[in-house]
T-cell receptor
Framework: TQLLEQSPQFLSIQEGENLTVYCNSSSVFSSLQWYRQEPGEGPVLLVTVVTGGEVKKLKRLTFQFGDARKDSSLHITAAQPGDTGLYLCAGFNAGNNRKLIWGLGTSLAVNP | NAGVMQNPRHLVRRRGQEARLRCSPMKGHSHVYWYRQLPEEGLKFMVYLQKENIIDESGMPKERFSAEFPKEGPSILRIQQVVRGDSAAYFC??????????????FGAGSRLTVL
């Protein structure tokens, strides 16, 4: 059983389209992080959200943490081929900030 | 300002051999974490170490796996008598301070172990 469920698992879109990917759980997390992983490389941190309801923007990427701190979303505006990659969400359970719990990721392909 | 360095990047072993994976944390980081990534299971926490101390090894298999982070030199993840199921990507991450709240980890590029 995966504590963090990511959807969709795969997404293929055309350049210029908008998209949203989701990270859901029945558990409360003290913080959630979004990473992007390229093939053959390690995950690279994009953002950390800590407060319920928090919204953070990183250029064309908008991250939101649910009010109850159980879910998060990543919205990409006007996707570009360079956005292609595996997007992973990960979080620390309340009371344990040593072990990151990971979703399986959304594999995004942006076609020119 | 080098990031987290892992080597080897790729390692091939036959069943029964030993695998040693090395990780040098970012400069100034004294906390090291090891994660394993399997294709259909995602990333899983294995162990958290500080210099000369294993703090949390709750994700380590009970047998054949060990980790250390000596006073000098890199952290080492050691797998004895490897089996095919050990084939995976092993990622090391480091952080600068005692983890609290939104702990920020920097990951290495990983070591990909293939057991024949």
């Amino acid at each position: 059983t995966q504590l963090l469920e990511q959807s969709p698992q795969f997404l293929s879109i055309q350049e210029g389209e908008n998209l949203t990917v989701y990270c859901n759980s029945s558990s409360v997390f003290s913080s959630l992080q979004w990473y992007r992983q390229e093939p053959g490389e390690g995950p690279v941190l994009l953002v950390t959200v800590v407060t319920g309801g928090e919204v953070k923007k990183l250029k064309r990427l908008t991250f939101q943490f649910g009010d109850a701190r159980k879910d998060s979303s990543l919205h990409i505006t006007a996707a570009q081929p360079g956005d292609t990659g595996l997007y992973l969400c990960a979080g620390f359970n309340a009371g344990n900030n040593r072990k990151l719990i990971w979703g399986l990721g959304t594999s995004l392909a942006v076609n020119p | 300002n080098a990031g987290v360095m892992q080597n080897p990047r790729h390692l091939v072993r036959r069943r029964g051999q030993e695998a040693r994976l090395r990780c040098s944390p970012m400069k100034g980081h004294s906390h090291v974490y090891w994660y394993r990534q399997l294709p259909e299971e995602g990333l899983k926490f294995m162990v958290y170490l500080q210099k000369e101390n294993i703090i949390d090894e709750s994700g380590m298999p009970k047998e054949r796996f060990s980790a250390e982070f000596p006073k000098e030199g890199p952290s080492i993840l050691r797998i004895q008598q490897v089996v095919r199921g050990d084939s995976a990507a092993y990622f090391c991450a480091s952080s600068p301070v005692q983890p609290s709240g939104a702990n920020v980890l920097t990951f290495g590029a990983g070591s990909r172990l293939t057991v024949l």
